[in-house]
């Protein structure tokens, strides 16, 4: 049986009824809650080396740590976002929120590596969704002239978390042991889950076209597919976000002890000019979202555009860093220099993706993205630099890695060639 695509309620999605002030403050929430989200992620990177010498672990093993994170959320992301889609994004982040939480908590309490697995394990799980549901619940409250902005500071939330994570796991691990640090972190995210769902309203979900009540699971799913995979930008975009991630991920996860080994500095210490790094890398985020969205009004393909040439420079900076420079100031000024360009696909690459989708599975297609990043990026980043490092040496790893930022910058070209036809295509499904 055909589905009606002009049956979509989508009056909510592309035409905002709340008022400014609701609005941001509901961004302020999910902004912290992302920061929450990604401090619980990246504690752990500091506490490598309390970790390696308390249990004789090995870099892939330390990798794991971070990685089994991202292998949990590309599994989870796309079903639970589906469910946050048809249920609801406001209780779905709550819930969400609360497991994660709890279980960086319950992460102080392992006695063992395969114990402390299981509980990252489960953060991953809370967190699979996040990130989609809030980038939908925001496609929703503010106008779509304003996404790259607005989709781009939400996620560099996720840069701030890191910065906090690995540095504050450096330093509450130093003063009072790792098992506190797990501890510390995990308890503000209970607190503004429960500030979230008492202050965000719920929405009304957008209907699935149907022609009678009954409908199946599998016309649903049939109808999302064909909404999520019928623009091929979307696909490549996923592709191409996910490739520049593994520079970003191994970054994030190895700085630490690069400068721990190569520096000499303490974990804490380390922790602290790893976050230095981190921070710039977010300011950066927003920076190239924000020119982004205003070479977009003249430039169609501007967003495309920001994120090919970002990859490309960063290919070029940190090959830079990690293969010609030797430790030393000129080494991380050249560090500091990729980290302004590393993460200026963040924005640009989830506005693309949302712009050419129909308004009803943008949570599911943000998700389609967090699947890619998490899968392709995030998770293969850490461990693959792990096992290199075991291999080669942990500077000879980082090295390696500038490469996915070329192919990343290959792929994002290709998604110029569609992406004003599936542009056009998504806005005439909703006229």
Not at 11 to 36: E, K
Not at 327 to 341: I, K, N, R, Y
Request: overall charge positive.
């Amino acid at each position: 049986m055909a589905i009606s695509i002009a049956s979509l309620d989508v009056a909510s999605a592309d035409a905002p009824s709340v008022t400014r002030r609701y609005a941001w403050g509901v961004f302020a929430i999910l902004f912290a809650l992302m920061v929450v989200d990604y401090v619980d992620r990246q504690v752990v990177v500091s506490m490598f080396p309390h970790l390696k010498a308390q249990w004789s672990l090995s870099d892939a093993q330390l990798g794991t740590l971070v990685s089994v994170i991202s292998i949990i959320v590309a599994a989870g992301t796309l079903p639970l976002s589906m469910l946050a889609d048809r249920w609801s994004r406001v209780k779905s982040i709550f819930v969400m929120a609360l497991l994660w939480s709890a279980a960086t908590i319950g992460c102080a309490f392992a006695t063992t590596y395969g114990q402390l697995l299981f509980m990252r394990g489960v953060v991953g799980l809370g967190e699979a969704a996040y990130g989609s549901a809030g980038a939908a619940l925001l496609a929703t409250v503010f106008p779509a002239r304003m996404r790259s902005t607005v989709l781009g500071a939400f996620l560099a939330a996720g840069l701030l978390g890191s910065v906090l994570g690995v540095m504050s796991g450096g330093v509450i691990a130093h003063h009072w042991g790792w098992q506190a640090g797990f501890g510390a972190v995990g308890v503000p995210g209970l607190v503004l889950a429960v500030i979230f769902v008492l202050f965000v309203r719920d929405y009304r979900t957008v209907k699935v076209p149907t022609q009678d009540a009954a409908r199946t699971a599998r016309r649903v799913i049939g109808w999302t597919s064909a909404m999520l995979f019928r623009p091929r930008t979307a696909i490549v975009a996923c592709v191409a976000a996910g490739l520049q991630l593994v520079m970003v991920s191994s970054a994030y996860a190895w700085l630490p002890s690069f400068f721990n080994r190569f520096y000499g500095l303490r974990p804490d210490q380390a922790g602290i000019k790893t976050a230095v790094i981190v921070l710039v890398s977010g300011l950066g985020a927003v920076c190239w979202s924000v020119l982004a969205d205003r070479l977009s009004v003249r430039k169609p393909l501007a967003r495309v555009y920001v994120c090919a040439a970002t990859a490309a420079l960063t290919a070029v900076l940190m090959t830079l860093a990690f293969a010609v420079l030797s430790p030393g100031p000129m080494q991380f000024w050249a560090l500091l220099a990729g980290a302004v360009t590393m993460t200026g696909t963040i924005g640009p690459a989830a506005a693309i993706v949302v712009d050419v989708v129909h308004p009803g599975v943008r949570a599911t297609a943000a998700a389609l993205l967090s699947l890619t990043q998490n899968l392709f990026g995030l998770a293969a980043g850490p461990l693959l630099a792990g096992l290199l490092s075991d291999r080669y040496g942990l500077e000879a790893a980082l090295a390696v890695t500038p490469v996915f930022c070329l192919l990343s910058a290959g792929v994002f070209l290709l998604a110029a060639r569609t992406y004003k036809a599936d542009l056009a295509s998504a806005r005439a499904a909703v006229a």
